[in-house]
């Protein structure tokens, strides 16, 4: 079975930082794309960054300069490093993996999904 498993949300005052962390079993990631998404209350869930297989990223332009996706493939892990961070990125926070190497922003794109993690930011 197939798990991607978040850690590392919770309440920050604005302008600090948070690193999530995506703990997966059941399969290597490390050839596949892996990727952050959010949801807001109220908000469709919306693309925040992601990673491909040779380590080629994306990130989302409202969270450029700010927050940086890895990952160690060795470990099977994804993380999100999260600073200056502003109230309106308030949401859960989900990891997820494709089946493919290549980055995408869609969330259909992503077949396997983590439970989320909140974080809140505080002004």
């Known amino acids: 079975q197939v798990q991607l498993v978040e850690s590392g949300g919770g309440l920050v005052q604005a302008g600090g930082s948070l690193s999530l962390s995506c703990a997966a079993s059941?399969?290597?990631?490390?050839?596949?794309?892996m990727g952050w998404f959010r949801q807001a209350p109220g908000k469709e869930r919306e693309f925040v960054a992601a990673i491909a297989w040779n380590d080629y990223r994306v990130h989302a332009d409202s969270v450029k300069g700010r927050f940086t996706i890895s990952r160690d493939s060795a470990k099977n892990t994804a993380a999100l490093q999260m600073n200056v961070l502003k109230p309106e990125d308030t949401a859960v926070y989900y990891c997820?993996?494709?089946?493919?190497?290549?980055?995408?922003?869609?969330?259909?794109?992503?077949?396997?999904w983590g439970q989320g993690t909140q974080v809140t930011v505080s002004s």
């Open positions: 059941g399969r290597t990631f490390a050839n596949k794309a």
């Open positions: 997820a993996a494709r089946t493919f190497g290549d980055i995408s922003t869609m969330r259909s794109a992503y077949y396997y």
